[in-house]
């Protein structure tokens, strides 16, 4: 299908995806044309829709942290929407997990956007940090 967001692996429990997940994302290069917004507001819809309260709902954003989508940059809205689905404690929490990948990566961004959601973002800057990110995220499940 032609879209501007990828999936590393299918949305499910991360027990079956760990592995497949560990392979993509060694194999990852970071590039540009991130439609950073678009893709963070409809992961996050998207769980919403189909929230289980039996399961871990989460996203897990692995990005340079720069939207580079000029039809859909507005920064405030993304947070607002993003806000709107936690606050108040919310009875289909979904939280939006933020990994800064690449030199260049955008921290303060991603920082705000996972704020936004009651999650935390984490710093892979360095590539080579990656596998231990991703460790330190997979423990908020």
């Known amino acids: ?19 497949a997940l560990a392979t993509r994302i060694d194999s990852l290069v970071p590039t540009s044309g991130t439609p950073l917004y678009s893709t963070a507001k409809n ?3 998207f769980l919403k829709s189909s929230y289980d309260p039996k ?3 989460a996203v897990v954003l692995l990005t340079d942290g720069k939207n580079e989508d000029p039809n859909n940059n507005d920064f405030n809205a993304t947070l607002n929407a993003l806000r709107s689905g936690s606050e108040g404690l919310s009875t ?4 939006l997990f933020t990994i800064g990948y690449g030199k260049d990566a955008d921290l303060a961004t991603l920082r705000r956007m996972a704020e ?7 710093d892979a800057s ?3 940090t990656i596998n231990k990110v991703f460790t330190a995220v997979v423990s908020n499940f």
């Open 116 to 122: 936004a959601t009651n999650a935390a973002s984490y």
């Open 1 to 19: 299908p032609d879209t501007d967001e990828l999936d590393l692996v299918p949305i499910g429990p991360i027990a079956s995806n760990r592995e």
């Open 92 to 95: 289909t929490p979904v939280r």
């Open 43 to 45: 992961s996050y819809n």
């Open 55 to 57: 399961r871990i709902n």
């Open 126 to 128: 360095d590539p080579q």
